[in-house]
Structure formats: structure tokens, C-alpha cells
Nanobody
Framework: QVQLVESGGGLVQAGGSLRLSCTAS????????MGWFRQAPGKEREFVAT????????YYADSVKGRSTISRDNAKNTVYLQINSLKPEDTAVYYC????????????????WGQGTQVTVSS
């Protein structure tokens, strides 16, 4: 069983940056690939970024590619998502998720989910 807790969301002006964190409880954090997803009001949950167990493989959605970085610190059981040059369309609840096996862009393939952290970008 893995419990995930996100933090770092908030209200930021367009063009600003945020660093989201997701800390896992339980053992074997390093055995899970991790992902970030987001859901805006009235929209479906969408993939943002994913990172492999060891952190060497990352993949990003086109909407955040080039201005986001996903990373992890297995010693701290934490995965991060840095987003720069924030846009109003980045406004959403951001969720982290964990899965056994390799990285995935598919939300349905993730077993464990956090409660989410709200990110609001004002124009």
C-alpha cells in the first residue's frame, strides 16, 4: 500500500513558476514509476509527466514539454514537478500517481493516487 500526498500548489501569475511535491509513505517507493496528471474543471484528467523508477527516463505531455521538469528523490520518497512559464490553461488540480512497472502516460494504469493540489494561474 502506498499513500501519496501532494503539496506546493497555489495561486500564481502567468509567467511564474511552481514546484509541486508528492511524498509517498510506505516502503519500496523506488519500485514505482511515478506520474503527474491534472484535471481542470469540466475536463477529463490528463497526463502531464512521468518518470521511471530510477529517474533516468522521463516523458512529458506536449502541453508542458520544454517548460516542465519531473524529478524524484528516492531517498526522500518524493517526486517533484517543476513548471515554469505558467499559463492560465495550466489551472487545474494536479495529482501524482504510482504504478508498478515502467512509466506510463495512461491514468488507468496507475494504482495509487494522491488527493491532488490546486494550481491556479491568473492572467
Amino acid at each position: 500500500q502506498v499513500q501519496l500526498v501532494e503539496s506546493g500548489g497555489g495561486l500564481v501569475q502567468a509567467g511564474g513558476s511552481l514546484r509541486l511535491s508528492c511524498t509517498a509513505s510506505g516502503r519500496s517507493f523506488s519500485s514505482y514509476a511515478m506520474g503527474w496528471f491534472r484535471q481542470a474543471p469540466g475536463k477529463e484528467r490528463e497526463f502531464v509527466a512521468t518518470i521511471s523508477k530510477g529517474g533516468s527516463i522521463t516523458y512529458y505531455a506536449d502541453s508542458v514539454k520544454g517548460r516542465s521538469t519531473i524529478s524524484r528523490d528516492n531517498a526522500k520518497n518524493t517526486v517533484y514537478l517543476q513548471i515554469n512559464s505558467l499559463k492560465p490553461e495550466d489551472t487545474a488540480v494536479y495529482y501524482c500517481a504510482a504504478r508498478n512497472g515502467g512509466s506510463s502516460t495512461t491514468a488507468q494504469s496507475y494504482y495509487y493516487w494522491g488527493q491532488g493540489t490546486q494550481v491556479t494561474v491568473s492572467s
